[in-house]
């Protein structure tokens, strides 16, 4: 069950909402609307679910506020599941049962699948973090290993190119990975070169600035805190608007497999 995020009482105005669900093809959900859902194993945490199997994603995206005393002792993930994590706002302690590491903003962790995570908010303040899992697909001579690190330590590429889209690879080109993890920045006024079509599904988080976003041909308004879904195959771009900050995301890129039949 969930209940309402970001508002208490009645508003001003009308009921309305931004939100755009076409389950199996694409979905925007805005920061305004966000529910709390209970989550076994996650103690004083404001856990929302932006993905999952029934908007029709092969993974599962959250995005968590943990607040004093936040954790996850019983451990995130499961037997064939590989795990994510990413430290938006806050600091976060993170272990993987044998070692543990302090992240702070932009850090990351990746385990490799059967590897259960174990959270918790390392200061009184309220943490923010975006948290991801996913069925490992296994190949046959190569695996996948723990990653631990932070974006603002890597250097970025130009996108295609493009001086003004930088992109930002958190995860290593290897092909033990079945997946990774981007940050693409976008300076204001810049876009994606064209409007791409792809195999690949994505789930995500917008960190910063303001944009129009091209889901199937639709174009809609997105901003810091909208999540994003993009199923296989759906046309996707993007426009950086306004006069302030880059619009930046981060998300997911299912990868390095051969489709099954």
């Not at 992240?103 to 590897?115: D, H, S, T």
Request: charged content about 20%; overall charge negative; aromatic content about 12%.
């Amino acid at each position: 069950m969930g209940y309402k995020n970001n508002n208490t009482g009645y508003r001003a105005g009308l009921l309305e909402s931004r939100a755009v669900i076409k389950r199996h093809n694409y979905a925007l959900l805005p920061h305004d609307g966000l529910v709390k859902n209970v989550v076994p194993g996650f103690e004083n945490c404001e856990v929302t679910i932006l993905a999952s199997q029934k908007l029709g994603a092969s993974f599962v995206d959250y995005i968590i506020s943990m607040k004093a005393g936040g954790k996850n002792v019983q451990g995130f993930g499961a037997e064939g599941v590989e795990t994510f994590v990413y430290v938006v706002a806050g600091k976060l302690k993170v272990s993987d049962g044998t070692e543990s590491y302090e992240l702070e903003i932009g850090g990351y962790v990746y385990l490799p699948a059967g590897v259960l995570m174990h959270l918790e908010n390392n200061q009184e303040a309220v943490t923010e973090i975006f948290l991801y899992k996913k069925r490992y697909e296994p190949l046959e001579g190569h695996k996948a290993h723990k990653v631990v690190g932070n974006s603002n330590d890597l250097v970025p590429i130009e996108y295609e190119g493009m001086k003004d889209v930088l992109l930002w690879d958190l995860l290593p080109a290897d092909i033990g990975f079945d997946m990774n993890f981007h940050i693409l920045s976008f300076e204001p006024g810049a876009s994606h070169g064209y409007i791409e079509t792809h195999v690949q599904e994505h789930g995500a988080y917008i960190l910063s600035g303001q944009g129009m976003y091209n889901l199937d041909n639709n174009w809609m308004p997105v901003e810091k805190g909208d999540y994003i879904f993009m199923g296989a195959y759906v046309p996707q771009a993007a426009y950086a608007v306004g006069r302030g900050e880059p619009l930046c995301y981060l998300y997911s890129k299912d990868c390095n497999r051969d489709p099954k039949i």
